[in-house]
């Protein structure tokens, strides 16, 4: 049985106390929170019900609604949930790790371990399954035998750590404890010893370095208990070698195996690495136009950081990014930088950075740029209010006290505003009367400036400071010379000045050509919306122009559509913004597409022209 989550009992309830066929839509109205949270819920939701002979019925048009066969009591299923070990998820976590620790086990023992019924762990094993395939690793299930993992030892390690760095902190106390068990090592400091490795070595690791060693010490242990042994060179001639060897009783390939793992999570200084470390550092300031000179213990970390990864690259024991495709998504031109930056140090250090370690140092470099630049950023709002001195000065005490951050430009009167507009920079208006200027934003507000209000400038402020972001970014990633628009967007990709409502809808419409030519599945319409859902707006970084794009599993070769609307809409789940025009990227592997369209589209007054295109005469005379 499934561990339910509170908000997946309540959604349970929730569809209980309906007779009739109801949306994911509504539901996801209801419980404040995505669709596509929703349907993820959903999924856990079938598979909890699947062992009681309920279902989620669903029906084109019409909805979900809950079934259950006649004698089954809602109430009875949830509270038998609620006594289960692991939710489901950890479950699949928990049933590969323990597999590796113990070597193989029955259904029974393994069931009894995970503490569910046979029949429920022969469902989880599928899912386990395709787990273990994203790692290279195969379930191998044999009569007489049990359930085992193949794959090369040293890769089912790593999997088990990879898996293990992930797991919530409850669970990372549990499994420590079942390996101290299973390798017979309960009653040695291990923590201690690698303190006394630290002094031998005159180097020192991080906190983080240290739980994973230990980890590694006792899987070595439990492994080799177990009948699976490294095959390595034994690295004898290392003086860490001595200090391992004298208080594990492993062979000298797996004390090698160790001292491998050991290399890759110290702190050192000197050598090459460093160098490099200083390079990439000086060119990522130079980008963004900043002083990180000063700030040692963050350069510092950053240093650690990327000579780990080198390491680890070289050894492959590249570890898995869990935010890869939200940084990718959410930094998309701290990613493209970084990339770059670090592309063109891979032949002096023999390394090919995958994307996942890039992604990590980008979350370092974002880090810097939220610290020098991002911090300087100001929203400037000029207050339209017709009321007397009182009414004003109230209003503006109550802006800066509710929204700090804001930089209040002054109070006018509605006769005064164009003046106003014409000397000074405004970012957007906020009025307590009916307003509508052109090329502005403006939020009306009450008066005494109440929760909402405050909160719809709070968006407002939030979608400038991101588009401020992005165009301090775009400076950064252009290029002197690209490809011509025609080139990257071709004719029977383009669709213009269409009527649509909602966003969804023009996204599907931008997809429809790319489909018909099966450079994208339909599914990869699915995963966009998707990813709008769940992490946001990010993708308009240029105002009114959404570059939308998704993981590349649906996609089948690198492409690029446009679709040009006849009047704004609403665009997003969250913070929605007004959108004019929509690329859809499907990218297959690398390529510089969007890179070279974004230097066509932020020349001279382009992004006027791109956002009201309607013909494709119009687009090829974008240079």
Known sequence: MITLSKRQSDILKFLGSKDEYITINKISEQFKCSPRTIRNDLDVLKKFLRDSNGNIEKKPRLGIKLILKKGLFLEELIK??????????????????????KGKLTIEKLSNEIGVSKNTLVNDLKDVEKKLKNYKVDLSKKVYYGISL?????????????????????????????????????????????????????????????????????????RVKNGFKIIKNSNENRREFDVLKEFLNLDISEIGYLVTISDGLRKTKGGKEDKVTEEILKEMCNVLNIDFSKDLEFKSQIGIHLKSAIHRIKNNLTTENQMLEEIKYKMSFIFEITKQILDSKEKLLGVKFPESEIAYMAMYFDAIFERNVKSNFTYNILVVCNGGLATSSLLKTRLNAMIPEANILGICRVSDVEKKLKNEEVDFIVTTVPL????????????????????????????????????????????????GITKLIKEEYAIFDKDIESWEDAIKEAANPLIKTNMIKEEYVIDIINVIEELGNYMVFIPEIAFVHAPPENVNENSMSILTLKEKIEFG???????????????????????????????????????????????????
Do not use: H, W
Request: proline share 1%; with cysteine.
């Open 80 to 101: 038998k949930s609620e006594v289960d070990i692991y939710s489901y998820n950890n479950r699949v976590d928990m049933i590969i790790l323990i597999l590796i620790l």
């Open 150 to 222: 193949e794959s090369e030892e040293e890769n089912i390690r790593n999997t088990f750590i990879k898996i293990y760095l992930g797991l919530e902190e409850n669970l990372k106390i549990e499994i420590k404890e079942r390996l101290k068990i299973e390798s017979n090592l309960s009653n040695l400091n291990i923590q201690y010893k690698i303190v006394e490795l630290e002094k031998l070595l005159g180097t020192k690791y991080s906190e983080e370095s240290i739980e994973e060693f230990e980890i590694a010490i006792l899987l070595s242990s439990c």
């Open 436 to 483: 509508a200027i052109k090329n502005y934003k403006t939020i009306k507000v009450n008066p005494l400036l109440e929760y909402s209000d405050a909160e719809k400038i709070k968006v407002e402020i939030y979608n400038k400071r991101y588009e401020k972001n992005c165009k301090y970014l775009l400076d950064k990633v252009k290029k002197t010379e690209s490809e």
């Open 573 to 623: 789940f969250k913070n929605k913004v007004q959108v004019k025009a929509i690329v859809l990227i499907a990218n297959k592997n690398e390529n510089m597409n969007l890179v070279n369209l974004i230097n066509i589209i932020t020349k001279n007054d382009n992004i006027e022209k791109f956002k009201n295109l309607k013909s494709y005469e119009e687009l090829r005379k974008i240079t």
